[in-house]
């Protein structure tokens, strides 16, 4: 009978920086400026995966993936955040909830197993050259990277339709920029722990295993290439990975900071640490997609001189 009086959740309010007002207009500047960014720089290097015929090899192809996704991770989530910064009631419906947590999962385990198949394919062409064509092949390649979708996609399919299950039928405020999953469940008035425990499971897959996979495959390059004789062989052999090491190394090191560090037991400092952990959460989402394309583009010799050709083609039409 209680449970019957209770309404049901149609709508859920976002704090975001509520309780800190003074700050909105300078993030909203800040993250729409990181934004842009994003945009700017992983449209250039879809653009030039393209166009450009050097480019289009099974690195590349999966490149342009990884672009795409960090497109389409980020439009998920900014837009909504942005928005909050500019209404003094941050509202959003609970099938726009869902749909945002759908897309916003989706995208972070499909990045998790593209980075995996990018380190298969840097394995493949460092440690096994003269096969590299015929493993790495259109007939491979392809299906790697729409399994890469496909299974971040049923991932997230999972989790969502679980959450979107429970009964939520009292506090409907989420302490948070945007309708993150852990904080929407802890609305939840059931019990979650068939929740955690698919999301747990969903962790191992979709991040123990990239990760060990990830760190499997540089053993092997690493001694590949320390068996070369030269010491530019070497040089040459490291930088057609060097930039996908970086990425890796910098989503995965977010990651571990973000859900690793300790949390302070100084209840006085609950609020503030509340917020650092909103800020750490809203900057990982943009920090891997803004960077992705400038190490590509500084550490990659043929998507440097593509850009440069794009550029150039550019202001001769003009």
């Not at 389409?72 to 749909?99: E, H, M, Q, W």
């Not at 190394?249 to 690793?260: A, K, P, R």
């Not at 650092?276 to 190490?295: A, H, Q, V």
Request: aromatic letters at 10%; a positive charge.
């Amino acid at each position: 009978m209680e449970a019957s009086n209770q309404s049901t959740v149609t709508e859920f309010i976002l704090l975001g920086l509520s309780a800190h007002p003074k700050l909105e207009k300078t993030f909203f500047v800040l993250i729409l400026s990181m934004y842009l960014v994003i945009l700017l720089g992983n449209g250039i290097l879809i653009l030039v995966t393209i166009l450009d015929s050097h480019l289009r090899t099974p690195m590349y192809f999966f490149l342009g993936n990884l672009s795409f996704l960090d497109i389409c991770y980020t439009t998920s989530s900014v837009p909504l955040v942005l928005d909050g910064f500019l209404t003094p009631r941050k509202t959003i419906s609970f099938s726009g909830c869902a749909v945002q947590m759908f897309l916003s999962f989706a995208m972070g385990a499909t990045e998790c197993v593209l980075l995996g198949m990018m380190a298969f394919d840097r394995y493949v062409a460092i440690c096994n050259p003269l096969r590299y064509s015929v493993i790495m092949s259109k007939a491979a390649y392809v299906p790697m990277a729409i399994s890469s979708w496909v299974a971040g996609g049923a991932n997230s399919l999972v989790q969502i339709s679980l959450a979107v299950q429970l009964p939520f039928c009292g506090d409907n405020v989420i302490n948070h920029f945007i309708c993150e999953i852990l904080a929407v469940l802890k609305l939840a008035c059931a019990d979650i722990s068939i929740n955690v425990i698919s999301m747990g499971v969903a962790n191992v897959i979709f991040l123990g295993v990239p990760v060990l996979f990830i760190f499997v495959s540089y053993i092997f390059i690493l001694t590949t290439i320390l068996k070369i004789p030269s010491a530019e062989g070497r040089k040459k052999a490291f930088s057609t990975c060097s930039a996908h090491l970086t990425v890796v190394i910098i989503f995965y090191g977010t990651i571990l900071f973000m859900y690793g560090k300790p949390k302070s037991k100084d209840p006085l400092g609950a609020d503030k640490q509340d917020l650092t952990d909103k800020l750490i959460s809203l900057f990982y989402g943009l920090l891997t997609p803004m960077l992705n394309p400038i190490i590509y583009s500084l550490r990659n010799k043929d998507v440097k001189a593509a850009v440069k050709d794009l550029v150039s083609q550019k202001c001769l039409i003009q």
